[in-house]
T-cell receptor, first 114, second 112 residues
Framework: NAGVTQTPKFQVLKTGQSMTLQCAQDMNHNSMYWYRQDPGMGLRLIYYSASEGTTDKGEVPNGYNVSRLNKREFSLRLESAAPSQTSVYFC?????????????FGSGTRLTVV | GEDVEQSLFLSVREGDSSVINCTYTDSSSTYLYWYKQEPGAGLQLLTYIFSNMDMKQDQRLTVLLNKKDKHLSLRIADTQTGDSAIYFCAESFSGGSYIPTFGRGTSLIVHP
């Protein structure tokens, strides 16, 4: 099925470890996004890529880096994981930001940092 | 700056109507959206309304927009247990990058 695929679905890290969350979309969308979701906090934008070759910081970028590898793939890297980064991470894509079609979301990566 | 507010919880009886409310602050909003998140899943776009509209109906869903009060609502008619989920309001505004700002979500609980 067409959509946004995120890997892994679950991950446990020790403090200080690094990892990369992968995201790929097959809808030929221009824009891709990484959000984190914490209880009672809603969705907070970490980084986004408005088009291939560009990336920009969102609301909570500290401790993260991203790479827009090509039009399909947008990865999120945690260089030195901290317990405060325990969260559910969602990747999303859209043809354009703010259009009537909204976003298509992946099913999320549940990350625990101990 | 932009901000989107929602109440956190709503409980209704199966078969009743549900009304989920949202307020936003940016008067230059273009699209306003409602997303649904089921347990363990990502958000799914339910419906949207363009800022020059007052109402939009889509089967059991009715969206009302009051631009004067910056108030958006989602009415679900004949609510079913399968409607139990978290509902997010989001706005996209022309004053920024058009990237939507999301509310914190309203947990809808439907009981028999």
């Amino acid at each position: 099925n067409a959509g946004v695929t995120q890997t892994p679905k679950f991950q446990v890290l020790k403090t200080g470890q690094s990892m990369t969350l992968q995201c790929a979309q097959d809808m030929n969308h221009n824009s891709m996004y990484w959000y984190r979701q914490d209880p009672g906090m809603g969705l907070r934008l970490i980084y986004y890529s408005a088009s291939e070759g560009t990336t920009d910081k969102g609301e909570v970028p500290n401790g993260y880096n991203v790479s827009r590898l090509n039009k399909r793939e947008f990865s999120l890297r945690l260089e030195s994981a901290a317990p405060s980064q325990t969260s559910v991470y969602f990747c999303a894509s859209s043809e354009y930001a703010g259009g009537k079609d909204g976003y298509t979301f992946g099913s999320g990566t549940r990350l625990t940092v101990v | 700056g932009e901000d989107v507010e929602q109440s956190l919880f709503l409980s209704v009886r199966e078969g009743d109507s549900s009304v989920i409310n949202c307020t936003y602050t940016d008067s230059s909003s273009t699209y306003l959206y409602w997303y649904k998140q089921e347990p363990g899943a990502g958000l799914q776009l339910l419906t949207y309304i363009f800022s020059n509209m007052d109402m939009k109906q889509d089967q059991r869903l009715t969206v009302l927009l009051n631009k004067k009060d910056k108030h958006l609502s989602l009415r679900i008619a004949d609510t079913q247990t399968g409607d139990s989920a978290i509902y997010f309001c989001a706005e996209s505004f022309s004053g920024g990058s058009y990237i939507p700002t999301f509310g914190r979500g309203t947990s809808l609980i439907v009981h028999p």
